[in-house]
């Protein structure tokens, strides 16, 4: 232990971002080899970090960053597990880099990207395992989505740091965005329009307002009215173009539109932890099974 200086240890601290104590077992084990200690260290991080990738991460941020001359926009969703990890500085120093290399290295596949090579030398995999270590919990790139201009007006709306917005109009108009974009962050549209409905959504809707209907005990010709007028409903909710804008409920986002004589071309909304099944702790039945036991 005495041939192991503080220099050392802070120097493998600097690198792995471990804790003075782990750095001190691990430099003593290598013999005061600070490559081997930190290979060591790392293949530990491993390890640990395959025990935490089953664990749910739910949590997280959204990251939205603008490409090149504005042809496209990148919104990523990064997890964690809890919200104060999501607050951490290491963990939004990881969004941030890895937000930044995506506009380069990012070509559609996350799993390609993950394995791609950062301008450290590192992997963005290798990076997020030392962030693992760091922050004591899952994390985990989710989902990464591109809007590519194609010469058309982006707006992007980011709320807080759980919703990320960004559409592609026609035409410039940078209120016009940033007021559609404020809507699809609040009404969480499925689809542009109706045509952007997949059939099998549809026919799964008409399928429960049908049996539902049924129950009525009416006639059959007035159980399909009643079933069509609510898939009109249903577009009407669903849809961005149908949904009535949030800041004037006399007129829809398609009447807007055509207010500004402008059109949306695509859209894209993500939210911190859709579609995630969070685990639902109880931590006092915790402690009094731990008692019982």
Same mark, same amino acid.
């Given at each position: 232990m005495s041939n192991i200086t503080a220099q050392m240890v802070k120097?493998?601290?600097?690198?792995?971002?471990?804790?003075?104590?782990?750095?001190?077992?691990?430099?003593? $084990?290598?013999?005061?080899?600070? *490559?081997?200690?930190?290979? /060591?260290?790392?293949?530990?991080?491993?390890?640990? =970090?395959? !025990?935490?990738?089953?664990r749910i991460a739910a949590e997280g941020v959204i990251s939205l960053s603008m490409g090149k001359d504005n042809k496209f926009v990148r919104i990523i969703e990064v997890n964690s597990e809890t919200d104060f990890v999501a607050k951490d500085e290491n963990f939004l120093s990881f969004v941030k880099t890895i937000s930044d290399a995506s506009l380069e290295n990012y070509k559609g596949n996350i799993e390609e990207f993950n394995n791609s090579q950062h301008s450290s030398g590192k992997t963005i995999e290798e990076i997020?395992?030392?962030?693992?270590?760091?922050?004591?919990?899952?994390?985990?790139?989710?989902?990464?989505?591109?809007l590519e201009s194609d010469g058309k007006y982006?707006?992007?709306?980011?709320?807080?740091?759980?919703?990320?917005? $960004?559409?592609?109009?026609?035409? *410039?108009?940078?209120?016009? /965005?940033?007021?559609?974009?404020?809507?699809?962050? =609040?009404? !969480?549209?499925?689809?542009?329009?109706a045509d952007d409905i997949s059939p099998e959504d549809l026919e799964k809707e008409r399928e429960i307002y049908m049996a539902q209907a049924k129950e009525s005990g009416k006639p059959e010709n007035?159980?399909?009215?009643?079933?069509?007028?609510?898939?009109?409903?249903y577009i009407s909710e669903v849809t961005l173009t149908e949904q009535t804008f949030v800041k004037d409920n006399e007129i829809t986002i398609n009447g807007l539109l055509k207010k500004h004589d402008n059109n949306i071309l695509s859209f894209s909304r993500l939210e911190v932890g859709e579609g995630i099944e969070k685990k639902n702790e109880n931590f006092a039945e915790e402690v009094m099974a731990q008692i019982k036991k």
């Open positions: 120097e493998l601290r600097d690198r792995t971002g471990a804790g003075m104590m782990e750095c001190k077992r691990a430099l003593t $084990a290598s013999t005061g080899d600070i *490559d081997k200690a930190a290979e /060591a260290m790392r293949k530990a991080g491993q390890a640990k =970090a395959d !025990k935490k990738s089953t997020r395992l030392e962030l693992v270590g760091k922050v004591g919990e899952n994390v985990k790139i989710r989902r990464i989505q591109t982006i707006g992007h709306y980011m709320h807080g740091s759980k919703i990320g917005v $960004a559409i592609i109009l026609e035409k *410039d108009n940078k209120e016009l /965005a940033k007021d559609i974009c404020m809507h699809i962050a =609040a009404m !969480k549209p499925a689809a542009l329009n007035i159980i399909e009215k009643m079933v069509e007028g609510k898939i009109r409903k």
